[in-house]
C-alpha cells in the first residue's frame, strides 16, 4: 500500500511563473513478499520531499529536491536519510 499526499504550487517565486515549487509525504508500507525475497522482516517506509522546478523552456526543466527517508527498505536495519537529488526533463 502507498499513500502520498503534497501540495504543488505554480508560479510562487516572483518572475518565475512557470515555475513549481513541491513539498510531498509519501508512506508506503511493504509486503511480506518483499521481505520474503531479502529474507527480513520488513514494515514500511516513509519519504518526505521538498523541490523546485525550475521551468527553463516551455518544454524543458530541471528540478533540485531534497529528500528525507525515514525507515529506508523497511527493514530498520537502516539509519534514516537525508538525499539530495535532481531531475531534468527535455524532448528529443
Known sequence: MQ????INGKGMCPGRADDHT???????????DD????????????VYERGHRF???PAAY???A?????NPSGTGNIANRTV???????PF
Open 22 to 32: 513541491m513539498c510531498f509525504a509519501t508512506y508506503g508500507e511493504l509486503s511480506d
Open 84 to 90: 539530495l537529488g535532481a531531475w531534468g526533463g527535455a
Open 3 to 6: 499513500i502520498s499526499c503534497g
Open 66 to 70: 531534497l529528500r528525507y527517508i525515514v
Open 62 to 64: 530541471v528540478q533540485p
Open 35 to 46: 521481505g520474503d525475497s531479502i529474507g527480513e522482516e520488513v514494515d514500511h517506509e516513509i
Open 55 to 57: 521551468q527553463l523552456l
